[in-house]
């Protein structure tokens, strides 16, 4: 007999480490289950996105392509100052490996939400109608990295300053049974810890790339080229900024999971994928492959499947 209960998936934030979604859907499919209500906070509201668009495969098999290179031309440096992403080529990508333009969220076959953030009240916002791809950028809009988003009239950025794992909306939306995946479980303090130094003779021939390049790799790197002296251990720009994520994300989901928990609660080891290494998305993958089959059992019993 079919089991009734509603299955909610709980997509949470993480920038790269947010590939790790895909390992966790294909998994769950593989195991016959498909969830009911899919909600995403940032980088989980776009890979939520892709895979009710039915374009989760394609966005898979160009992720595994994508180089260290090719990630760093996502990245410019350019005044006045309004975020690192170059939104063009972003909205290339989102357009071809995420949703089309016209679609509408009320149009997917399964309820979805992405969640966001009021840029000045600091509300929590959930897009639940309209335009697909505009309800995902608003919730990947990270301060620092992406300009804000003007949304139904309000500017909206990164969701995951207010609700980093969902698990509150998937349940308004109607779930029984609720997935949640944390990424961020075990990767406070772990910002810090430097990835050796790219070579000297890197692929790159374009300094600026080059230098993104090191800034994405180490996120703590030398993106505008004065050394650092060996003897000193002292965090830059982009360290503050990852730890800062880090933080307010750890904190925020300690105490929102605590009065709202999941009843499943997967997280995969994740701390050695920096926060803007989109190249590593096989490791992050697998990763997630890896929590649903460890956890499947569990899985299977709340959702009624196991005696």
Not at 13 to 33: C, D, F, M, Y
Not at 171 to 182: K, P, Q, S, Y
Request: with cysteine; glycine share 8%; charged share 20%.
């Amino acid at each position: 007999m079919k089991n009734s209960l509603k299955i909610g998936l709980a997509l949470g934030s993480g920038a790269a480490r947010g590939w790790t979604h895909i390992g966790v859907i294909n998994a769950l499919e593989k195991a016959g289950i498909k969830p009911d209500v899919v909600v995403g906070t940032s980088i989980g509201a776009l890979v939520g996105a892709a895979y009710l668009s039915n374009k989760l495969p394609d966005l898979q098999q160009r992720l595994l392509k994508l180089t260290k290179l090719e990630t760093a031309r996502f990245f410019n440096i350019g005044f006045p100052f309004n975020g690192v992403v170059n939104k063009d080529k972003l909205h290339q990508f989102l357009r071809q490996y995420v949703a089309d333009e016209a679609t509408l969220i009320e149009d997917l076959p399964t309820r979805y939400a992405s969640v966001a953030t009021h840029l000045h009240s600091g509300q929590e916002v959930w897009n639940t109608e309209g335009k697909l791809l505009e309800a995902v950028w608003s919730s990947i809009s990270l301060p620092g990295l992406f300009p804000a988003i003007k949304h139904h009239g309000r500017w909206l950025i990164d969701g995951g300053l207010v609700n980093p794992v969902p698990v509150s909306v998937c349940r308004a939306l109607g779930a029984d049974i609720v997935i949640a995946v944390n990424l961020n479980g075990d990767i406070l303090g772990k910002h810090l810890h430097q990835n050796p130094p790219v070579p000297k003779n890197d692929q790159s021939s374009n300094l600026l790339s080059n230098r993104i390049g090191e800034f994405i790799t180490n996120y703590t790197g030398n993106l505008f080229g004065e050394e650092k002296t060996p003897k000193e251990d002292v965090p830059d720009m982009f360290a503050a900024i990852a730890a800062s994520v880090n933080i307010t994300q750890d904190r925020i989901t300690r105490s929102r999971m605590a009065g709202d928990p999941p009843d499943v609660l997967l997280q995969p080891r994740l701390s050695h994928i920096g926060l803007l290494e989109f190249y590593r998305a096989a490791e992050a993958i697998q990763a997630g492959t890896n929590s649903v089959e460890k956890n499947l059992a569990e899985i299977q019993f709340c959702l009624g499947q196991l005696d």
